[in-house]
């Protein structure tokens, strides 16, 4: 492991080395670091390391939802040219897919850690916003999957929810205001052609910035969420219907699997981006820490988002049928040769042929 960190800290240790032996002005003295500037390098180094070794552990994670999304989004375009009927949940949990396969594709901006992504500022916050719509709508389609859950006795909620393009296009709209909202607040306009470490959530921000994204993108829908669940299950508990309550939620396995993962991967997330450490002019052990935290609760949430994507394709019926028929089918061969295996060994067919000398030896 040590041998894959090492190209990570060459630029910091040259930068170092270069800071520590660079000539003065009489051009005969070497500058001295001080404990101070020692207990940073060092600090520097482990965070590297740290970093180095969180990115290589999401790297499975990446790959698997990787793989997984297009798995998936494979099987809705073969369902969709044998022209199947989709319900509700499926088409709600194809705009997740697509939703949960872009921030997986937006981690690939984490990959690189610990070396620098530099970019201006305003193309920090443009890369905020893009980051945050998926980031808000995989939140709030949860909301409104929780709702339908809840509200199905309603007459105006079942028939709004019955659209699964009402309940996509109300998270939509509201994704892309809060990530205007959220944008807003990067303190990108001040110095727009200002050279920066982009992260998805960018360093500079104020400390409003992840007050309000966790309001909006955390504590609001986690609300809601859990006031459907609960609603949910008091109706059916009143009705002493248990039998009813778990035919509706069976089909919702793959839902709750989703909330749960989301709920906890991005509890981590944001309590990381809220617990950041203002980094004033010069602190650069402050940096270095808000560096960490916000690299290491960025590839917890992504990997929430490559563990949503395994979860629809090991819950959701459809996902697991085909599947199950895709393995069916690649080992269909080997089923095929060991049958005809069998068949021989059980019946065997033996044919004796006579030598040319025994045959005169008859005559």
């Known amino acids: 492991m040590a041998s894959q960190e090492t190209p990570h800290n060459v630029s910091l240790l040259s930068d170092y080395f270069n800071f ?49 999304g297009i798995y998936i989004l494979a099987i809705y375009i073969g369902n969709y040219r044998r022209k199947r009927k989709f319900e509700t949940l499926d088409v709600i949990l194809f705009s997740l897919t697509v939703a949960d396969l872009t921030l997986v594709l937006f981690s690939l901006t984490d990959i690189v850690r610990p070396e620098v992504v530099e970019t201006t500022a305003l193309g920090c916050a443009v890369l905020s916003f893009f980051f945050n719509v998926p980031y808000f709508y ?108 778990r035919e509706r939620v069976h089909p919702h396995r793959a839902f709750l699997a989703l909330a749960t993962v989301t709920f906890a991967c991005r509890l981590v997330y944001n309590v990381l981006l809220l617990l950041r450490p203002r980094a004033g002019e010069g602190d650069h052990g402050a940096h270095i820490r808000r560096q960490t935290m916000a690299t290491i609760g960025e590839l917890v949430m992504f990997a929430g988002s490559c563990l949503c994507l395994v979860s629809v394709a090991v819950f959701h019926e459809m996902k697991r049928d085909a599947a199950m028929e895709t393995l069916r089918c690649i080992t269909e061969p080997c089923r095929l040769l060991s049958t005809n295996r069998n068949h021989i060994a059980m019946n065997p067919n033996i044919e004796i042929k006579e030598q040319p000398e025994e045959r005169a030896s008859l005559d």
């Open 138 to 245: 995989t939140e709030y389609i949860h909301v409104a999957i929780s709702i339908s859950l809840a509200c199905d006795h309603v007459a105006l909620a079942r028939k709004a929810l019955s659209r699964p393009h009402v309940s996509i296009a109300a998270a939509a709209g509201l994704s892309v205001l809060f990530s205007i909202v959220v944008a807003a607040l990067t303190g990108a306009g001040r110095d727009p052609g200002k050279a920066v470490d982009c992260h998805v959530d960018p360093l500079g921000a104020p400390r409003e910035y992840g007050a309000v994204k966790f309001t909006l993108g955390f504590l609001m829908p986690t609300l809601l969420l859990l006031s459907s669940v609960l609603l949910f299950l008091v109706r059916y508990t009143c009705r002493c219907d248990l039998q009813g309550c």
């Open 20 to 68: 520590t032996h660079s000539p003065s002005d009489n051009n005969n003295s070497t500058h001295t670091p001080s404990a101070s500037d020692n207990s940073i390098f060092i600090e520097t180094i482990r965070a590297q390391q740290l970093i180095s070794r969180c990115v290589y552990g999401y790297s499975v994670f990446g790959l698997a939802g990787l793989l997984t």
